[in-house]
């Protein structure tokens, strides 16, 4: 069974301390693994997509890689604008027609 | 890209009343539509997907249904709600490895 865990559930920076999140996947047929912000109330917006073991992508203070069990979101230098939940997701090539199957995320409070 | 509008934002209904949420896609057109629940503490929950006007699927059994009447509309219905139906309703369209999120709907059953 396709599952996704992320850890760790809760994680608490002062500004500026740098971190990661984990991510690790158990998937018959990797498509591509989705990084994703989610605030408060709001719906989640799209951070990354990433496809293969070794690839990167950066966005501002995010950086994601991704292994063949795993995904790190890196956070460097963090300002409490950053603090959200992330989730991360992963779609396989069988399914329900390119379903995402989601962790429950990391609630990251980022203290100035 | 895309952008997903969902309405309403929030929504108490009592128990038994019928229930209708919308959402409509722009900026693509054949979409992948998927209808998810989600609760504190236990992620996103896949509900309905649909890969064509009049094609549903459904995941889990339960008290609701969807409908695609229109390329881009997706509905999600129920004719009488139950206190378990309360949560956060999120409207996704995906193509390819391209996959967004509408702002949500709290619904509070009561």
């Known amino acids: 069974e396709d599952q996704v865990t992320q850890s760790p559930e809760a994680l608490r920076l002062q500004e500026g301390e740098s971190s990661s999140l984990n991510c690790s996947y158990t998937?018959?047929?990797?498509?591509?693994l989705f990084w994703y912000r989610q605030d408060p109330g709001k719906g989640p917006e799209f951070l990354f997509t990433?496809?293969?073991a070794g690839e990167e992508k950066e966005k501002e203070r995010l950086k994601a890689t991704l292994t063949k069990k795993e995904s790190f979101l890196h956070i460097t230098a963090p300002k409490p604008e950053d603090s959200a939940t992330y989730l991360c997701?992963?779609?396989?090539?069988?399914?329900?027609?390119?379903?995402?199957?989601f962790g429950k995320g990391t609630k990251l409070s980022v203290k100035p | 890209s895309q952008t997903i509008h969902q309405w309403p934002a929030t929504l108490v209904q009592p128990v038994g009343s019928p229930l209708s949420l919308e959402c409509t896609v722009e900026g693509t057109s054949n979409p992948n539509l998927y209808w998810y629940r989600q609760a504190a503490g236990r992620g996103l929950q896949l509900l309905f997907y649909s890969v064509g006007i009049g094609q549903i699927s459904s995941e889990v059994p339960q008290n609701l249904s969807a409908s695609r009447p229109q390329d881009r509309q997706f509905i999600l219905s129920s004719k009488k709600l139950l206190l378990s139906d309360s949560g956060f309703y999120l409207c996704a369209s995906v193509g390819g490895t391209e996959a967004f999120f509408g702002q949500g709907t709290r619904l509070t059953v009561v």
């Open positions: 998937v018959s047929g990797l498509r591509g």
């Open positions: 997701a992963v779609q396989n090539y069988g399914g329900s027609q390119g379903n995402l199957i």
């Open positions: 990433l496809y293969s």
